[in-house]
């Protein structure tokens, strides 16, 4: 579930606000994104991974946790963890490539 839009790292692009396929967030103008509904969200983390700067956290959790620190989320390096883990981040090579029924797909045309 959604928990997190880090205002010291958010660059109010409002790609998640784009990308939430629940309308999780509400726009402000000049500002991060607002959590507006965050009990309509899927946990699908679309949000986590078109965020360029990683300034979202979803927990894996389906219900709310009952505290966020920002910090300590940032010192563990969990922001934006799902976006490198899929080989999204800039300079990643993606992942599919090392998946060996990308290979065989490769090999079949």
Known sequence: MIELVSTSRCV??????????????????????KI???????????????????????APEVEPLSHVDEAELIASGVMGSYRRDIGWSKGQ???????ASFIFSKMQR
């Open 12 to 33: 109010n692009c409002n790609l998640c606000v784009s990308a939430c396929p629940t309308n999780v967030f509400d726009t402000v103008p000049n500002a991060p994104p």
């Open 36 to 58: 507006a509904r965050q009990s309509d969200c899927q946990t699908c983390f679309m949000c986590e991974l078109y965020c360029p700067v990683d300034a979202l956290y979803v």
């Open 93 to 99: 090579k993606p992942q599919a490539q090392e998946d």
